[in-house]
């Protein structure tokens, strides 16, 4: 069981860093759509910008799926189911979720899932 200040410490941490990707996801959105109307195809530029354009769709999905992690996290935590593994159901360390406070899976069930994945 964890304890409460440190559950308030990782829901602190947490909210903290959903507020940066929401802030990170609507400035990518915006840069996203400023290169969408400012895209000229008969120019060479274009391809540098259509590859700028993929890496910011890119990165706005990797930020999307963190801050997934980090809602689920924050709705376990008012379930207080908060700390358990999503696969075997056996509580995940204090010291991983210290280092990755949204994370779902104990080590175990990690490394299993990471070597089942295509």
Known sequence: MIKKRVLKEF????MERRDQLLEQLENL???LAYLDQSRP???SEGAQEET???????????ERNELADILSALEKMD???YGKCERCSKSIGE???RALPM??????CQ???EKSAP
């Open 11 to 14: 829901r602190e941490r947490l």
């Open 29 to 31: 959105e915006e840069e």
């Open 41 to 43: 195809p008969e120019f």
């Open 52 to 62: 700028a354009a993929n890496s910011l769709l890119a990165l706005n999905e990797q």
């Open 79 to 81: 379930q207080d189911s």
């Open 95 to 97: 010291l991983r979720l």
């Open 103 to 108: 994370v779902r899976y104990c080590i175990s």
């Open 111 to 113: 490394k299993k899932t």
